[in-house]
Structures are given as structure tokens and as C-alpha cells.
């Protein structure tokens, strides 16, 4: 399949038809899990605890032994699967399946050349976002950095379908955002008991892609100063209306890993031990210790 430019409206259509064809072709391992509410600081968190440990370990050992018998890292999106390939989306960005993934048609927002996951974003990666993002309902995603959980150091933005959870809030972190006080565009939720920077914008579906792009990227940069520490890895979360950004401390609490979704509400777990942990401590607390 060539990495052509997706035809606008088709985005959903063309995820579920690879999905369809990347589970026969057994190129997607999805990760079963189990979930539960725990609700903290006035958000009901969604947790979901793996069903099959096995896989998940299965996922990284795969790599780590790919890298050793070729004696150099393995990039997993250069070149990528082709059962995994979803649509390219501008000359700079393509659409992959997630290979692991714990939620239905979970996608990847790639850089079609190498770019490190830490460098700043650029319009190009918001406008790549964009025209995912105003397809169909989703939340889009970005984990800057080892310390902010990114497994991969190749430039990838993550999109997963809303809602994310049965019931509730279709980000179970909304509470926290409609909480928010701003100044202009940019503001902070009293619910959020760590360093944060909320933006706010209205993006009309008819305004072309770079310039959606532009504007999602001031926002993201008047976000970076306003929350500071610009030093450090952070997560990031755009919905179509509303950005927020999470600078990041640490990677872990205790052996609970925390990427951005887990600042959407949704955390994962690996055990029953990595949940009681999780009971006792409380999720907005276990957040709060792995930021400023
Ligand atoms: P992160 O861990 O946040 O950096 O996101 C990287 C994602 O890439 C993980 O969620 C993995 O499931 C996924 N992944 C790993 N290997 C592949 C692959 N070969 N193709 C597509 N996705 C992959």
C-alpha cells in the first residue's frame, strides 16, 4: 500500500478496516484488561488492570531481542509495518495502528522521517494532529519524553476514539477541566494539585489544516511558558476544544507507569499488587507525586 493523503471523512472507515485486516494478519496484539472506577479530589478515574500480564512483557522482549541480534535499536515506525499502516496524513506525518493496544482502533501519529520524541512539537505535528482530531470524536495525546512514558524515542502523537469509558464523562478528567479559571486562553483547574496549563480555543472544521496547526501550536507554546519547568519531559492532551499540559517529575510511582492518558483519568495497572497500591494511595495523589 502506498503512503498516500487521506480523503477527508474516511479516517474512521479506513482504522476499522485495518484493524480488521492487522488482527487476521496477526500484526495487531491487542492487551485485554479488566476496569474499575476509583474516584479522587472529584474525579472518578477510570483503571484498567492488564488480563494477560504475558503479553505485555511479550511486547517489549520482542524489541529488546530484535535490537540485540542486529546489534542496533530497533525503530518500530521506520520502517514500519505495513499491516499496521492506516493512511498517510501530510508529506511529513502517517497513521499507524497501535501494535499493543489496550483500546479499540488506538492510532499512531508518526513522522514519516526520524525526529526525536523530544524535540519541541511543530505546526506540522498539530496540523498532522488536526486532521485526525476533527474526523470524529477523539482525544489526541503526546508522551514528551521517557519521564513523560514514551517507550519509543521516533516522534509520535497518539489519538484514541471518545468516549473513553461506557459511562460517564467522555474523558473521565473532565470535571477538572470544567473546573478551570482562564485569563484569556490560558488557565489552571483548581482539581489539578500539580503544575499545570489549560488552553481553551474554538476551531472551526472549515479552517484549513496548517493554519489549524498554527493555532494549536501557539496555544501549546503559550502553555509551555505558562507552566514552566521547560526543561522537563511532559505530557500533553488536545481535545477539539481544550489543550492541557502536564510538566513531569518522574516516570513512576512505585512501579506504576504514568503517560499522558493517565492525566485524561484512565490509568493502567499491571496487577493486583500495582492496584491495591493504586486503592491505597489514591489516583489524583499517585498523579500528584510524579509531577511538580
Ligand atoms: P509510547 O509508549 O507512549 O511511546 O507509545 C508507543 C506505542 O507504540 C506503544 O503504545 C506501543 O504499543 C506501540 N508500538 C510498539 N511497537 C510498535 C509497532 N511495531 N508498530 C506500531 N506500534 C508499536
Known amino acids: 500500500m502506498t503512503a498516500g493523503i487521506l480523503e477527508p471523512g474516511t479516517l474512521r472507515t479506513l482504522i476499522a478496516a485495518r484493524t480488521a485486516h492487522a488482527l487476521r494478519r496477526g500484526a495487531l496484539l491487542s492487551l485485554p484488561t479488566e476496569s474499575e472506577f476509583l474516584e479522587q479530589g472529584g474525579v472518578r478515574f477510570l483503571v484498567r488492570i492488564l488480563a494477560n500480564l504475558a503479553r505485555k512483557e511479550q511486547a517489549g522482549e520482542r524489541q529488546a531481542g530484535q535490537a540485540a541480534a542486529s546489534g542496533k535499536p530497533v525503530n518500530p515506525f521506520l520502517p514500519y509495518d ?3 499502516f492506516v493512511t498517510g496524513l501530510t508529506d511529513t ?5 497501535n501494535k499493543y493496544n489496550v483500546v479499540d482502533h488506538h492510532v499512531l501519529i508518526v513522522t514519516r522521517a526520524f525526529e526525536d520524541q523530544q524535540s519541541p512539537l511543530e ?3 498539530f496540523e498532522a494532529l488536526w486532521i485526525c482530531l476533527r474526523e ?3 482525544l489526541g495525546f503526546y508522551n514528551a519524553g521517557p519521564v513523560a512514558g514514551a517507550s ?6 497518539q489519538l484514541i476514539p471518545l468516549p473513553m469509558a461506557g459511562e460517564g464523562p467522555a474523558i473521565p478528567m473532565e470535571p477538572a477541566l ?4 482562564f485569563q484569556d486562553s490560558t488557565g489552571t483547574s483548581p482539581l489539578l494539585p500539580f503544575l499545570h496549563a489549560i488552553g481553551r480555543f474554538e476551531l472551526d472544521p472549515a479552517v484549513s489544516p496548517p493554519q489549524a496547526g498554527e493555532t494549536l501550536r501557539r496555544h501549546y507554546q503559550a502553555l509551555r511558558q505558562a507552566a514552566g519547568r521547560q526543561d522537563a519531559a511532559y505530557n500533553l492532551l488536545v481535545t477539539r476544544r481544550w489543550m492541557l499540559l502536564v510538566p513531569r517529575s518522574r516516570e513512576r510511582f512505585d512501579a506504576i507507569s504514568v503517560n499522558a492518558l493517565a492525566f485524561a483519568g484512565a490509568l493502567l495497572v499491571r496487577d493486583e499488587p500495582q492496584m491495591s497500591l493504586l486503592k491505597e494511595h ?3 495523589a499517585v498523579l500528584k507525586s510524579v509531577c511538580f
Open 82 to 84: 505495513e499491516d499496521l
Open 178 to 181: 470544567t473546573a478551570a479559571r
Open 282 to 284: 489514591g489516583p489524583m
Open 136 to 138: 470524529f470524536d477523539s
Open 123 to 125: 505546526r506540522q505535528d
Open 152 to 157: 519509543q524515542p521516533h516522534k509520535h502523537l
Open 93 to 97: 506525518h502517517l497513521c499507524l495502528l
